[in-house]
């Protein structure tokens, strides 16, 4: 008889999944070694820790927000400060945000056709919201993975009135363009009197391979969504930057979308610590993660891995991905397995299968990966690779 359910034929694939997932996620908390610690890893007890911090980024004796009002608003202000913006607006997810920026962009061109990538969040993770939900009309202007060019933006063969720009693409690998290609097609865009938004989830970190402070970035659109919880490790929640025109709209239509929640405290309060710690931190990760970067390509180099690639190379921030060629099932449970028994997470993310016995997973380094050396990651390849199966390898 088998020992987990993962080896056990007859248990259910959702099943396997469900409990691999709890493994992984025990293995993690375990662990005396990881790459990164977010909110999900942690209990309700831990998680409410990072609100200790609080009254060092807002007066606690003021009076409890309602509906928008007090740290939120506290909140906005310091958003279109750090992106040099009129205004801003705080909203509880950033699919809300986006919907509505687009929505009021369509209203003032006439036209709600949106182009964007055929990897963006909408199309992908968002079960057709932009149509179903908001009345736009996506359209793909390419499927490579980067970010268009100013030639496809400007050959695009049809009119649209807003040019989404996710920055970084998530699901091409984090990557980003450089800032002589950003401003290109943003030109592009223009050239076709079409707005420019752009998808900033993960705008903070993106400073670095830009080469240019956030203001700047953010001053090349006509709109920035950026979100609190991916790189701020806030509880949640987003923000909409822009014209103060367009962001007053987005508040009547954040109303209408059920966007206007009568108390936000905690999630504004931990996206408020989250500008104040982790912001500045961000440099110093997408830095590390070059090294992680490096060290993976050696130790799989070393441990005779027939093919294997980090992608981007040198990564854009301090997120990226890792293709292997095995099937993804044995590559979680070999995760899972190797974390299990030394204590160390190098692969603390799922593996999504991307062909025949070829799968990718993500890397994310923040403050705990800062612990690991070159030699640490090489030697957790060693190990890792060590337990896969003898047939595989």
Wanted: glycine share 8%; aromatic share 8%; proline share 6%.
């Amino acid at each position: 008889m088998t020992d987990t359910a993962e080896q056990d034929d007859r248990v259910p694939d959702e099943d396997r999944r469900a409990q691999l997932r709890r493994r992984r996620l025990a293995a993690h908390r375990g662990a005396h070694r990881v790459m990164a610690r977010f909110g999900f890893h942690q209990t309700l007890r831990e998680r409410l820790t990072r609100l200790d911090a609080a009254g060092d980024v807002y007066d606690l004796d003021e009076l409890s927000d309602v509906y928008g009002d007090g740290v939120v608003e506290a909140l906005e202000v310091r958003v279109a400060e750090l992106l040099g913006t009129e205004a801003a607006a705080f909203f509880p997810t950033g699919t809300m945000a986006q919907q509505v920026a687009l929505r009021c962009w369509a209203g003032r061109t006439g036209n709600p056709t949106v182009a964007l990538h055929a990897l963006g969040h909408p199309e992908v993770h968002e079960r057709n919201a932009f149509s179903e939900v908001g009345g736009l009309r996506p359209v793909r202007v390419t499927s490579e993975p980067r970010l268009p060019t100013a030639a496809e933006v400007r050959d695009f063969e049809e009119p649209f009135g807003a040019l989404m720009l996710e920055l970084p693409l998530r699901d091409a690998g984090f990557v980003l363009p450089s800032w002589d290609e950003l401003t290109e097609v943003v030109a592009a865009a223009r050239e076709r009197d079409a707005v420019v938004h752009f998808d900033g989830a993960r705008l903070w970190e993106s400073t670095v391979h830009l080469g240019r402070p956030l203001a700047e970035i953010a001053g090349l659109a006509d709109s920035v969504y950026v979100s609190f919880y991916k790189s701020l490790e806030a509880f949640g929640g987003a923000a909409l930057a822009g014209p103060a025109g367009l962001v007053a709209e987005a508040k009547a239509w954040r109303h209408r979308y059920g966007g206007l929640v009568f108390q936000q405290f905690p999630t504004a309060l931990s996206a408020l610590i989250g500008l104040e710690r982790e912001l500045p931190r961000l440099p110093h990760y997408v830095a590390h993660a070059r090294v992680v970067a490096a060290a993976l390509r050696e130790g799989f180099a070393a441990a005779g891995t027939p093919w294997a690639r980090v992608y981007p190379r040198v990564p854009h921030t301090h997120d990226f991905q890792v293709w292997l060629p095995y099937d993804p099932d044995v590559l979680a449970e070999t995760a899972v397995r190797t974390a299990e028994e030394t204590g160390a997470v190098l692969f603390g993310n799922a593996w999504d299968r991307r062909g025949p016995d070829l799968a990718c997973t993500e890397i994310h380094v923040r403050s705990a990966g800062l612990e690991w050396t070159a030699e640490d990651v090489k030697a957790a390849v060693a190990e890792f690779v060590a337990r896969l199966p003898e047939q595989v390898r």
